[in-house]
Each structure stands twice: as C-alpha cells, then as structure tokens.
C-alpha cells in the first residue's frame, strides 16, 4: 500500500460533527488504511454501506456518516440544498483530518460524489459511483408534478417511522423537493460538464431494472447515458453492471461496489 500523509485515529471514533446550522452523526474506523468516505443516498443512512465495508477489511480506513436530518442523530438544518450537502463533505473531511480520501457514493451521493471530485482533482484519491449522477434530461414540469404527488401520498407514512431513522425527518414538501432539484440538477447540460472535469480514476457500478418511483425502462434509459460519458473522458469506466435493482444493489452486489473501490485504490 502506499503512504499517504492523512492522520489517521488508532481506534474507531463516532460523535457529532458540527456543520453551518446543524451536526451530523459521523463514524469513523480509523487506522492506518486508505480513506474512503461514504456518501449515502438522498434519504439513506450510513448503515447502508455496512457490507462494502465488510468485504473491503481493514486495508481501509471507513468515514460514514448520516446527512442532515437523516438517521437518528444528525440534526435538522434550514438547508437542504444539493450545496448544503457537497458542503457537508468537506465539514466531514476537515473533522476527521482527513486530506486526500477516496469518494464512494451511492444515488443521490454518487451526486455529490461526482461533484465533489470535480471540484476537488488535488484533493480526491479517486471515485466510485453506484447508481447515480447519470446525466439524462428526465426532469420536467410533468414529472415536478408526478415526485410532488408521490411524497405527498407517503406522508401520512413518514411520521411513523421516524423514530426508527429509516425515514428523514424532513416533510413530504422538503422531500419532493430535494428529488426535484437533483432531476435538474441531472440534465446532461448540468451534470455532463462535471463529469467531464473528473480527472481521477473513477468507476461506475450500476444496475439493473426499475427503481422506486420510476416505470418501464425509465431507469435503462438514464443508464444508457454513462456510454458518452465514457466515451468523452478516459479516466471514467463502468466497472460492472449487476443482477440487482436501485435499491437492492448494496445490499445484494456489494462486492461489485467493494471491488471498484479497489480497482481505483492507489496501492
């Protein structure tokens, strides 16, 4: 493995780090390893990531954390921007001491993952992106009507769960409109110059079939968009496409995630 001059802690630390208005419940494994930080999907927790963490060991170093308002801990914020949350990777890095790690996101997190790379080619080891930051114009004023109209029939649900940190405790309005933001914030003309600007090696891993949310070959449709990604910049690949859905992918093909994460690793 090579060295890297990020400090690393001798144990595993949890705790809250603070961030513009809020806090946000982090964890990290510390050791001598590699640095990766995690980045979850939009209404997602850290536990999320517990087996791509399994498989890769200790040769890493493993930084999750639960975004504004999500999971148990982290506190609510008047900010839910897309912004807020490409923010938040910094507050959480700059915490942690942590200089040049590895970035790992997984739907909405592939966003911010695919953006803070961009935005950061000294500082980033390399990406992984799972299931996200596919640029397609699939955002218009018929489908802000359709995600409004979703989250307002779950929010008589939300309410209920919350307690139990699987559901954010944002409102139904907040929801929808964090998903509607990121639609426009994936039309090729917004996301395609970012990704083009990635000069570290980075992996998508993808999957298959529909999504929550989506119909038809909607989700195949967006997918098929990384092919001119690829085509248009050297130091992006699609590691693997697996047998399993949006949400499942995690959980049933995490080590196709695991063994991306190794293939942009600088041993």
């Not at 001059?5 to 806090?23: E, K, L, R």
């Not at 912004?83 to 910094?90: I, N, P």
């Not at 933001?181 to 980075?202: F, N, Q």
């Not at 992996?203 to 989700?219: H, I, L, M, N, P």
Request: hydrophobic share 40%.
């Amino acid at each position: 493995m090579t060295k890297n001059s990020t400090p690393s802690t001798d144990s595993t630390w949890t705790g809250m780090v603070p961030v513009d208005d809020t806090a946000l419940a982090v964890t990290d494994t510390g050791g001598p390893g590699i640095p990766v930080i995690y980045l979850n999907g939009q209404f997602a927790t850290q536990g999320y990531w517990s087996k791509v963490i399994a498989d890769l060991g200790p040769a890493f170093r493993h930084i999750t954390y639960d975004e504004r308002a999500r999971g148990k801990k982290s506190q609510k914020s008047a900010d839910y921007s897309f912004e807020a949350c490409v923010r938040d990777v910094d507050a959480v890095l700059a915490a942690r001491g942590v200089a040049r790690p590895l970035v790992v996101g997984w739907s909405y997190g592939a966003f911010v993952g695919a953006h803070w790379t961009s935005r950061n080619p000294d500082r980033a080891l390399g990406a992984v992106l799972v299931e996200g930051a596919q640029p397609y114009d699939w955002m218009n004023e018929a489908m802000e009507q359709r995600i409004r109209k979703l989250f307002k029939r779950l929010g008589w649900v939300t309410p209920l769960l919350r307690p139990t940190g699987l559901v954010p405790r944002l409102s139904a309005e907040q929801q929808a409109a964090s998903n509607i933001e990121l639609g426009w914030l994936a039309r090729e003309s917004e996301l395609g110059p970012v990704l083009d600007k990635i000069t570290v090696p980075t992996r998508y891993v993808v999957a298959s079939g529909s999504s929550f949310g989506s119909k038809g070959d909607e989700q195949e449709l967006i997918r098929a968009s990384l092919h001119s990604v690829v085509a248009r910049n050297p130091n992006i690949t699609i590691s693997a496409k697996v047998a399993s859905n949006h949400d499942a992918i995690l959980r049933k093909d995490f080590r196709a995630v695991a063994d991306a994460v190794r293939e942009v690793a600088p041993y």
